[in-house]
């Protein structure tokens, strides 16, 4: 059974930066596409990045410049580097999985807490 399981969310301060880590077990985590989204209060549940298994990569406009996201094959991992905080960054962030761009995201992490504060 695919699992996954991010870490590395915390408080940080307006223009400082965090790395999530979300790390795939129980499926070959070269076949899987790899997306963060991320919920904030009072606001709608949303995409923020996503690299494909072939390493492509696509991001939200408002975290365009300032996030990027990659994945380390060897180690299961994908990664998301998130530069010039902002408030509005703030919030769950999820990692999730799908094996085809042809379906939706199958598998979902637990979540990891982002605040920014201003």
């Known amino acids: 059974q695919v699992q996954l399981v991010e870490s590395g969310g915390g408080l940080v301060q307006t223009g400082n930066s965090l790395r999530l880590s979300c790390t795939l077990s129980?499926?070959?985590?070269?076949?899987?596409?790899l997306a963060w989204f991320r919920q904030a209060p009072e606001k709608e549940f949303e995409f923020v990045a996503g690299?494909?298994?072939?390493?492509?990569?696509n991001f939200k406009d408002s975290v365009k410049g300032r996030f990027t996201v990659s994945r380390d094959n060897a180690k299961n991992t994908v990664y998301l580097d998130m530069n010039n905080l902002k408030p509005e960054d703030t919030g769950v962030y999820y990692c999730?999985?799908?094996?085809?761009?042809?379906?939706?995201?199958?598998?979902w992490g637990q979540g990891t807490q982002v605040t920014v504060s201003s």
């Open positions: 129980g499926g070959t985590f070269s076949l899987y596409g």
């Open positions: 690299i494909s298994r072939y390493g492509s990569t």
């Open positions: 999730a999985a799908r094996l085809t761009s042809k379906e939706d995201y199958t598998y």
